[in-house]
């Protein structure tokens, strides 16, 4: 069964550094996305990308953030300047063309020290 | 308010019983429905998708009652397998919006 790939599992990091986080989405589809998931909390949304631009993005995506899909299988998010707070686990997410269904990722658990 | 909102548990439930989840969204503009199931720091699972018409996978009955703005989620004869966090979500405009989950443990 496909599934969404995601790299490194774990990432720490000194505040103020740049992070890009890997996805490699379930191949046919089209719609790619990242949520994330602070310890304790609920699962939110971040961004959603779609025929390479985005499509909509939370109040939390901000200009610290960007996302890329750099060749056919990769999608990547970046955050510029890490603050503690960003400590989290980011999902990455796909669905098909025709469906509203997402197909999660293992996560990368991110740690600002 | 939530835009989407469950009680968070836990609910522990012995082994083969029947237990019910139900969920409330706020937003009437949300367009699917859909009950994922999460391990303790694992990632979000689809279990299933959620219908007016009420739809049944195995042991799993899923209801949408957009009226009201309820979802439920009925698991019948429990293993200790479901043990887990039980996560409503609500779509709109593809992005998905999820409640604090419910915990199940199922108990020997």
């Known amino acids: 069964e496909p599934e969404v790939t995601q790299t490194p599992s774990h990432q720490v990091t000194q505040m103020g550094q740049e992070v890009i986080l890997r996805c490699v989405p379930i191949s046919n589809h089209l719609y790619f996305y990242w949520y994330r998931q602070i310890l304790g909390q609920k699962v939110e949304f971040l961004v959603s990308f779609y025929n390479n631009e985005i499509s909509e993005k939370s109040e939390i995506f901000d200009d610290q953030f960007s996302v890329e899909r750099p060749d056919g299988s990769n999608f990547t998010l970046k955050i510029r300047s890490t603050k503690l707070e960003d400590s989290a686990m980011y999902f990455c997410?796909?669905?098909?063309?025709?469906?509203?269904?997402?197909?999660f990722g293992p996560g990368t658990r991110l740690t600002v020290t | 308010r939530k835009e989407v909102e469950q009680d968070p548990g836990p609910f522990n439930v012995p082994e083969g019983a029947t237990v019910a989840f139900n969920c409330t969204y706020s937003?009437?503009?949300?367009?699917?429905f859909f009950w994922y199931r999460q391990d303790c720091r694992k990632e979000p699972k689809l279990l299933m998708s959620?219908?007016?018409s009420g739809n049944e996978d195995g042991r799993f009955t899923a209801q949408l009652n957009r009226a009201s703005q309820y979802i439920s989620l009925l698991i019948r004869d429990s293993k200790l397998s479901d043990s887990a966090t039980y996560l409503c979500v609500a779509e709109r405009g593809n992005k998905l919006t999820f409640g604090t989950g419910t915990q199940l443990k199922v108990e020997l």
């Open positions: 937003n009437s503009a949300s367009q699917s």
């Open positions: 959620v219908y007016s």
């Open positions: 997410a796909s669905g098909p063309v025709l469906s509203y269904e997402q197909y």
